[in-house]
């Protein structure tokens, strides 16, 4: 066997094995791209397609597109679309289509309920139809207004519909940073700034200044404690936070002056030297009457 055959044939074995990771029942993290609409409206209501969501005028300049991390086989997706995932392979494109009952589930009745108009206004909320709201700490979508009454429905608005996804997979990462990266992604929104190391199953993680007040932070640390936990098999995960004591302002000047003279080259110096021994020109004066003889 040649040296290029036996490389082939390692490069096989490997892209055969991460087919058969991502087929494991464990699950995990994967990156995927996907889009998914309502089959019988055909409206679409998620995608990480960027010309797709501007052609279907649910463009969010908040949001970043491109592949994202998705948890896989631990009850984190809807169950179709769960189930599907687990079976799929590395670059391959996918079409799924998902009945009510493995998807947001079926709706229920008892979640639509009237309210007064006055609750809304109270809160200088001028409600619509198809407007979000928060009742009771609950999200509820509006969906009819009659007089003086208001239609909410706490419904998931993808419930009792059959959905339609297509999704390709992109990579499964394997190594355990690149992975606690994209949990903090996933929880907080963003992985910039954290510094990761990890120890076996000993993970320490500081934290940038952005974080530190931040109450999304708060809520979000939890969620990437409990991701690790199930998707490393995390035993210990450190939070670390660093506080450098201010510098006074001596101090800062005098680090400055110390720059400042670091910067200064020996070809810098001597043409300052140059400079300050070469005779400058004398401005022309008067000439005498001598001179003018």
């Given at each position: 066997?040649?040296?290029d055959?036996?490389?082939?044939?390692?490069?096989?074995?490997?892209?055969?094995?991460?087919?058969?990771?991502?087929?494991?029942?464990?699950?995990?993290?994967?990156?995927?791209?996907?889009?998914?609409?309502?089959?019988?409206?055909?409206?679409?209501?998620?995608?990480?397609?960027?010309?797709?969501?501007?052609?279907?005028e649910?463009?969010?300049?908040?949001?970043?597109?491109?592949?994202?991390p998705?948890?896989?086989?631990?009850?984190?997706?809807?169950?179709?679309?769960?189930?599907?995932?687990?079976?799929?392979?590395?670059?391959?494109?996918?079409?799924?289509?998902?009945?009510?009952?493995?998807?947001?589930?079926?709706?229920?009745p008892?979640?639509?309920?009237?309210?007064?108009?006055?609750?809304?206004?109270?809160?200088?909320?001028?409600?619509?139809?198809?407007?979000?709201?928060?009742?009771?700490?609950?999200?509820?979508?509006?969906?009819?207004?009659?007089?003086?009454?208001?239609?909410?429905?706490?419904?998931?608005?993808?419930?009792?519909?059959?959905?339609?996804?297509?999704?390709?997979?992109?990579?499964?990462?394997?190594?355990?940073?690149?992975?606690?990266e994209?949990?903090?992604?996933?929880?907080?929104?963003?992985?910039?700034?954290?510094?990761?190391?990890?120890?076996g199953?000993?993970?320490?993680?500081t934290?940038?200044?952005?974080?530190?007040?931040?109450?999304?932070?708060?809520?979000?640390?939890?969620?990437?404690?409990?991701?690790?936990?199930?998707?490393?098999?995390?035993?210990?995960?450190?939070?670390?936070?660093?506080?450098?004591?201010?510098?006074?302002?001596?101090?800062?000047?005098?680090?400055?002056?110390?720059?400042?003279?670091?910067?200064?080259?020996?070809?810098?110096?001597?043409?300052?030297?140059?400079?300050?021994?070469?005779?400058?020109?004398?401005?022309?004066?008067?000439?005498?009457?001598?001179?003018?003889?």
């Amino acid at each position: 066997m040649t040296e290029d055959e036996g490389a082939k044939k390692h490069q096989k074995k490997n892209e055969a094995q991460s087919e058969a990771d991502l087929k494991s029942k464990d699950g995990g993290l994967v990156l995927a791209e996907f889009s998914g609409w309502i089959e019988e409206t055909e409206e679409l209501f998620d995608t990480t397609d960027e010309s797709l969501a501007k052609e279907n005028e649910v463009f969010d300049e908040k949001m970043v597109y491109g592949a994202q991390p998705l948890i896989v086989g631990k009850g984190r997706l809807f169950p179709g679309l769960d189930e599907h995932m687990l079976k799929a392979e590395v670059g391959k494109e996918y079409e799924v289509v998902i009945s009510p009952e493995k998807g947001a589930g079926p709706r229920d009745p008892k979640l639509v309920e009237l309210h007064p108009i006055r609750e809304f206004l109270r809160q200088d909320i001028e409600p619509q139809v198809g407007m979000e709201v928060t009742v009771r700490s609950r999200k509820a979508t509006i969906v009819a207004m009659t007089a003086g009454r208001v239609r909410i429905d706490f419904n998931n608005k993808l419930a009792g519909r059959t959905l339609k996804y297509k999704y390709k997979i992109v990579s499964k990462p394997s190594k355990p940073k690149e992975i606690a990266e994209l949990l903090l992604k996933m929880s907080y929104g963003t992985a910039d700034g954290f510094d990761v190391h990890h120890h076996g199953k000993d993970y320490k993680i500081t934290l940038p200044d952005a974080c530190k007040y931040d109450q999304k932070w708060l809520l979000a640390k939890y969620r990437v404690v409990t991701d690790m936990r199930d998707i490393l098999e995390a035993e210990k995960v450190s939070f670390i936070e660093e506080y450098a004591k201010p510098k006074a302002e001596d101090e800062l000047e005098t680090e400055a002056g110390t720059k400042e003279s670091k910067s200064a080259t020996p070809e810098a110096e001597d043409k300052k030297e140059e400079s300050e021994t070469i005779p400058q020109d004398k401005p022309a004066s008067k000439p005498s009457d001598e001179e003018r003889e």
